[in-house]
T-cell receptor, first 112, second 111 residues
Framework: NAGVTQTPKFRVLKTGQSMTLLCAQD?????MYWYRQDPGMGLRLIHY???????AKGEVPDGYNVSRLKKQNFLLGLESAAPSQTSVYFC???????????FGQGTRLTVV | SQKIEQNSEALNIQEGKTATLTCNYT??????LQWYRQDPGRGPVFLLL?????KEKRKERLKVTFDTTLKQSLFHITASQPADSATYLC??????????FGPGTRLSVLP
């Protein structure tokens, strides 16, 4: 049982480049989330999904897009990367909104 | 806007003592509260969830309290061990809303 798997683990982008982060969960969870974590600021919600085919904005959605075409996958896209998007990105899933969340191992993204 | 504070950024205690971490919030009325542990370079791992109608919850050496009047949760680790060293995050939630995380407290248990 792999839980939540994120790819890639590390990435360096040049300003203006695009990329997609992939999150996969094998727990049949309805809810999936993308967070970014910056020093001293905790985890901030970027986008989330309450089921296959749905997405919604979180606290800091600007500059990101997401898609959930399959229940087990949640993709986070950066269309034109900016240095302010340098961060550690975490994907998470949960069965319900008020149940424990399972997190991936994180993706460390640097935009130069 | 809602604000979540967790005591100090870092807390050092001696092995065997009880570690007490604080999560305070303002402009918010959460229905439940979670605590997570995060090790360096890893994702957070769920520890405990407590609901507004529960005053206290325990799991092995861990104890969480939730005081909606004081707008505060306390997280205790008894008989602390160096292996308990990590960052601990509190997260507040309400029905129909997503969890909001605090900034975390980095706990170091010294041998």
């Amino acid at each position: 049982n792999a839980g939540v798997t994120q790819t890639p683990k590390f990435r360096v982008l040049k300003t203006g480049q695009s990329m997609t982060l992939l999150c996969a969960q094998d727990m049949n969870h309805e809810y999936m989330y993308w967070y970014r974590q910056d020093p001293g600021m905790g985890l901030r919600l970027i986008h989330y999904s309450v089921g296959e085919g749905t997405t919604a904005k979180g606290e800091v959605p600007d500059g990101y897009n997401v898609s959930r075409l399959k229940k087990q996958n949640f993709l986070l896209g950066l269309e034109s990367a900016a240095p302010s998007q340098t961060s550690v990105y975490f994907c998470a899933s949960s069965r319900e909104r008020d149940t424990e969340a399972f997190f991936g191992q994180g993706t460390r993204l640097t935009v130069v | 806007s809602q604000k979540i504070e967790q005591n100090s950024e870092a807390l050092n205690i001696q092995e065997g003592k009880t570690a007490t971490l604080t999560c305070n919030y303002t402009n918010y009325s959460p229905a439940y509260l979670q605590w997570y542990r995060q090790d360096p370079g890893r994702g957070p791992v769920f520890l405990l969830l407590i609901r507004e109608n529960e005053k206290e919850k325990r799991k092995e050496r861990l104890k969480v309290t939730f005081d909606t009047t004081l707008k505060q949760s306390l997280f205790h680790i008894t008989a602390s061990q160096p292996a308990d060293s990590a960052t601990y995050l509190c997260a507040l939630g309400n029905y129909g809303q997503n969890f909001v995380f605090g900034p975390g407290t980095r706990l170091s248990v010294l041998p």
